[in-house]
């Protein structure tokens, strides 16, 4: 349970309060607050789902994960609960972006949400990027033309899904079908749902129920390997384009300015 004492600690600092204070929010003594954080003794089931109230998270989280490198940015609102949304920052507390290999991308379903998995990513800084927080992604297939198999999307997570536009493209995390790239239509008034439909007239539009998506990226630039040999493809190689397109596109902006 030592997890769970420092995380009680970490969140109870993460929202600037006292012991006293967050004693007098839950209805118990400082004394209670004080032995549950130095772990020297562990506390009741009562006061997990008060203290996991309180907080917006859930009690799974609060008591399985080492919460105290997080910050409350690595917290996103779901409905009326918060859930870990892992956050890489280098030295500047700048956002680093994590590139998902394409060999492993179908176990991203699995660990999405983890952030040990989301930490063993590499990572890359894009400065010309807007705000917000980004992740790459390969692409499988030839559902959306003239991206091909082999590319890789920078793509912006949405915090609110039903807030997705209409006939913009987006990475779409789902429970049954793992990783996809499509462009939507909202429909979530009308059916609770989005239209998958994919650029490539081969393929047919399909519907997503909203309680189907786990994540949702907006696609923001991408990276075509199709001038580039097998062999070159490596996820070494991939870090090096990106890297490189950074610098480009920041010197150009500078020459512009």
Same mark, same amino acid.
């Given at each position: 349970m030592e997890n769970l004492s420092k995380n009680i600690k970490h969140l109870r600092t993460l929202k600037k309060l006292t012991q006293e204070a967050l004693a007098e929010e839950l209805s118990v003594t400082r004394s209670r607050i004080s032995s549950y954080e130095e772990n020297r003794s562990s506390p009741t089931i009562e006061f997990l789902i008060d203290f996991s109230k309180y907080f917006?998270?859930?009690?799974?989280?609060?008591?399985?994960?080492?919460?105290?490198?997080?910050?409350?940015?690595? +917290?996103?609102?779901?409905?009326?609960?918060?859930?870990?949304?892992?956050?890489?920052?280098?030295?500047?507390?700048?956002?680093?972006?994590?590139?998902?290999?394409?060999?492993?991308?179908? /176990?991203?379903?699995?660990?999405?949400?983890?952030?040990?998995? $989301?930490?063993?990513?590499?990572? $890359?800084?894009?400065?010309?990027?807007?705000?917000?927080?980004?992740?790459? +992604?390969?692409?499988?297939?030839?559902? #959306?033309?003239? #991206?091909?198999? /082999?590319?890789?999307?920078?793509?912006? +997570?949405?915090?609110?899904?039903?807030?997705?536009?209409?006939?913009?493209?987006?990475?779409?995390?789902t429970k049954d079908d793992g990783m996809t790239y499509k462009r939507l239509e909202n429909l979530v008034d009308e059916k609770q749902s989005f239209l998958l439909k994919p650029d490539n007239t081969s393929y047919q539009p399909y519907e997503v129920p909203v309680s189907e998506i786990l994540e949702l990226w907006k696609f923001t630039c991408s990276i075509n390997t199709q001038e580039y040999e097998e062999h070159e493809l490596k996820l070494s190689s991939i870090i090096n384009m990106f890297n490189e397109l950074g610098v480009e596109l920041e010197a150009l902006k500078k020459s512009i300015g």
């Open positions: 917006k998270l859930p009690i799974d989280i609060i008591v399985k994960n080492d919460l105290t490198k997080a910050k409350d940015v690595s +917290f996103i609102e779901v409905g009326n609960k918060r859930v870990l949304f892992p956050i890489a920052i280098d030295d500047n507390n700048e956002n680093l972006i994590e590139v998902v290999p394409a060999k492993a991308s179908a /176990g991203y379903l699995l660990g999405y949400d983890d952030p040990e998995y $989301i930490e063993q990513l590499e990572k $890359i800084k894009l400065p010309f990027l807007p705000t917000g927080k980004h992740r790459a +992604f390969p692409i499988k297939g030839d559902s #959306m033309l003239p #991206m091909k198999d /082999g590319s890789y999307l920078v793509a912006e +997570f949405i915090e609110n899904i039903k807030e997705a536009k209409s006939g913009y493209s987006y990475i779409v995390v």
